[in-house]
């Protein structure tokens, strides 16, 4: 069955520690990846996305991710957090023979000042 | 302003009654999601929709049904039939098929069963 695991359900962090939140999926066809962020009280917003072409993406906030196709995976990192990166983070996964988008069950982040 | 609209914010249903929750999309994108999110839970897709008057099950749609009679609009009613309907509903859309896609997310419905 389709589906993507997040790894880690809540990560604390001290601040300008590294961080590294890991995601797989399972799924035979062509896709793509997102990673979203939910900052508390606010609505979920696009931090980076995978398509095609190189694997390693950047995205906002210093946030990047790796397409590692042979593991299934799209890790999500941050070589130095900061506290305004307390949030939840949400891996998607889309799928091309079913043309929808499925998520993650989320990794809720808490940095300490 | 390009978005998604979802309204109301927060509903109250007694229990056995029908609601539904309203999505408007003006980004012209065909695409269009609900997603229930529970704590610990993440998003988990209930229908969507690739083209008006067309839409499919997600992995959680008994108790749910939607119409798409229009492009722009998606509404969602949870039935007297959704054994838990308490939580917070979110629609969605994109771009399909291209394979250039994000999903664009509404504020959100926070629906509370009482």
């Known amino acids: 069955a389709q589906s993507v695991s997040q790894h880690n359900h809540h990560v604390i962090l001290s601040e300008a520690a590294s961080l590294e939140l890991g995601c797989n999926y399972s799924?035979?066809?062509?896709?793509?990846l997102f990673w979203y962020v939910q900052y508390p009280g606010q609505h979920l917003q696009l931090l980076l996305k995978?398509?095609?072409?190189?694997?390693l993406v950047k995205g906002i906030k210093g946030f990047e991710a790796e397409f590692i196709k042979s593991k299934f995976s799209f890790n999500l990192r941050k070589p130095s957090v900061q506290w305004s990166d307390t949030a939840e983070y949400f891996c998607?996964?889309?799928?091309?023979?079913?043309?929808?988008?499925?998520f993650g069950k989320g990794t809720r982040l808490h940095i300490l000042p | 302003d390009g978005g998604i609209t979802q309204s109301p914010k927060y509903l109250f249903r007694k229990e056995g009654q029908n609601v539904t929750l309203s999505c408007e999309q003006n980004?012209?994108?065909?695409?269009m999601y609900w997603y229930r999110q529970d704590p610990g839970q993440g998003l988990r897709l209930i229908y969507y929709?690739?083209?008006?008057?067309?839409?499919q099950k997600g992995d959680i749609a008994e108790g749910y049904s939607v119409s798409r009679e229009k492009k722009e609009s998606f509404p969602l009613t949870v039935t007297s039939a959704q054994k838990n309907p308490t939580a917070f509903y979110l629609c969605?859309?994109?771009?399909?098929?291209?394979?250039?896609?994000?999903?664009?997310f509404g504020q959100g419905t926070r629906l509370t069963v009482v």
């Open positions: 969605a859309s994109s771009r399909p098929g291209q394979g250039n896609t994000e999903a664009f």
């Open positions: 799924y035979g066809g062509t896709v793509n």
């Open positions: 995978y398509f095609s072409g190189d694997p």
């Open positions: 998607a996964l889309w799928m091309n023979r079913d043309d929808k988008i499925i």
């Open positions: 980004l012209n994108h065909d695409a």
């Open positions: 929709s690739q083209i008006v008057n067309d839409f």
